[in-house]
T-cell receptor
């Protein structure tokens, strides 16, 4: 069964609105989760590291105020795309690292992704 | 920093053909290497992995060997099926668990 649940799978919104994407770790607690962005026919680019109990760590070039990340609990991280514009349209994917004691070390488990379309 | 260079696609094959997707990497230290697969309409799934030099990862008939001397992790399958049609990503991670991905290779297998 799924280890990571990501919701919604698809969202269409108007320009200027905000969209929240949820990522849940179903099988184990996760102090760290990752958010990636995938453009059509391109690879995944790491956006940020979500840290439970502290601020997210953003990769170079990613706007913190545009992409708000909240690691609300040990099983939930949310990514909010604020004031979305058409250029924010993309496929957003979260991942959870495997835990040493429970699953193989260094493996990441991915959500099914969220396709965001901003009109 | 870490980077992954992956053979560009798309690749189109006939069923039962031999598949190779080249992957080379640049990394500090001793990274773990992965192949992930993304089937149409689905999220990424781990296909196989190798965590140290000369390790061979294998799954579903696919294999890849961690070659430190050539910094490579080429993916191979001896006889592909239509169900192998997907996008394949080579990736690596160091101790911080951050994954660096290759550009992805789209493979289409025709019956």
């Amino acid at each position: 069964g799924a280890v990571v649940s990501q919701h919604p799978s698809r969202v269409i919104c108007k320009s200027g609105t905000s969209v929240k994407i949820e990522c849940r770790s179903l099988d184990f607690q996760a102090t760290t989760m990752f958010w990636y962005r995938q453009f059509p026919k391109q690879s995944l680019m790491l956006m940020a590291t979500s840290n439970e109990g502290s601020k997210a760590t953003y990769e170079q070039g990613v706007e913190k105020d545009k992409f708000l990340i909240n690691h609300a609990s040990l099983t939930l991280s949310t990514l909010t795309v604020t004031s979305a514009h058409p250029e924010d349209s993309s496929f957003y994917i979260c991942s959870v690292p495997g835990q040493r004691a429970v699953l193989a070390k260094n493996i990441q488990y991915f959500g099914a992704g969220t396709r965001l379309s901003v009109l | 920093g870490n980077s992954v260079t992956q053979m560009e696609g798309p690749v189109t094959l006939s069923e039962e053909a031999f598949l190779t997707i080249n992957c080379t990497y640049t990394a500090t230290g001793y990274p773990s290497l992965f192949w992930y697969v993304q089937y149409p309409g689905e999220g990424l799934q781990l296909l196989l992995k190798a965590t140290k030099a000369d390790d061979k990862g294998s799954n579903k008939g696919f294999e890849a060997t961690y070659r430190k001397e050539t910094t490579s992790f080429h993916l191979e399958k001896g006889s592909v099926q239509v169900s192998d049609s997907a996008v394949y990503f080579c990736a690596l991670t160091s101790n911080d668990y951050k994954l660096s991905f290759g550009a992805g290779t789209t493979v289409t297998v025709r019956a």
